[in-house]
T-cell receptor, first 110, second 118 residues
Framework: AQSVAQPEDQVNVAEGNPLTVKCTYS??????LFWYVQYPNRGLQFLLK??????LVKGSYGFEAEFNKSQTSFHLKKPSALVSDSALYFC????????FGAGTILRVKS | EPEVTQTPSHQVTQMGQEVILRCVPISNHLYFYWYRQILGQKVEFLVSFYNNEISEKSEIFDDQFSVERPDGSNFTLKIRSTKLEDSAMYFCASRTSVGVARTNSPLHFGNGTRLTVT
């Protein structure tokens, strides 16, 4: 069975500070991992994905994610947060279908 | 950039009525999906569709639900005899089959239809 966990319901960061949104996964076989962002009353926007290769994946809007196989994690990061980054972030795992984590609300305060 | 479009953006219906949620996937995509998100909760997989048939469905997708691709562009989700607990955001998504790693091309989502059952 495949599963994704986002241990934090909410992350609060000051603008300009680095941010991390955590994600761990469980799957048999190779993981295909994704991050999506959801703004209020909008659909899910693709940010980045890990399929294979470099453990550090770069995506849209300055976000990146670090794949760690030994810790079965795929944390989303950004060196300097913006207020406009405030949104709901979903980690997702693709096995035979895309399975989402519960989501983490990111609040960036000025 | 091509988008997945969903109509209507908001649908209000009475309990027991049938609703049809409509989606136009990106034109060269061949894999289609419906997800739902109950307010404040996680995004849940409902069904995937490929080559004019359901490829997988979740336990949520019971006989009350059906999907159809009536023509070359639309992909619909029908909910028969709606219940209060069907109130949610319903997202359509599609992905391309083109490419070497076709199982891991990202899903592109529409903006969703908010279904309110009263």
């Amino acid at each position: 069975a495949q599963s994704v966990a986002q241990p934090e319901d909410q992350v609060n960061v000051a603008e300009g500070n680095p941010l991390t949104v955590k994600c761990t996964y469980s799957v048999s076989g190779n993981p295909y991992l994704f991050w999506y962002v959801q703004y209020p009353n909008r659909g899910l926007q693709f940010l980045l994905k890990y399929i294979t290769g470099d453990n550090l994946v770069k995506g849209s809007y300055g976000f990146e994610a670090e794949f760690n196989k030994s810790q079965t994690s795929f944390h989303l990061k950004k060196p300097s947060a913006l207020v406009s980054d405030s949104a709901l972030y979903f980690c997702a795992l693709y096995g035979n279908k895309l399975v989402f984590g519960a989501g983490t609300i990111l609040r960036v305060k000025s | 950039e091509p988008e997945v479009t969903q109509t209507p953006s908001h649908q209000v219906t009475q309990m027991g009525q049938e609703v049809i949620l409509r989606c136009v996937p990106i034109s060269n995509h061949l894999y289609f999906y419906w997800y739902r998100q109950i307010l404040g909760q996680k995004v849940e997989f409902l069904v995937s569709f490929y080559n004019n048939e359901i490829s997988e469905k979740s336990e949520i997708f019971d006989d009350q639900f059906s999907v159809e691709r009536p023509d070359g562009s639309n992909f619909t989700l029908k909910i028969r005899s709606t219940k209060l607990e069907d109130s949610a955001m319903y997202f359509c998504a599609s992905r391309t089959s083109v490419g070497v790693a076709r199982t891991n091309s990202p899903l592109h989502f529409g903006n969703g239809t908010r279904l309110t059952v009263t």
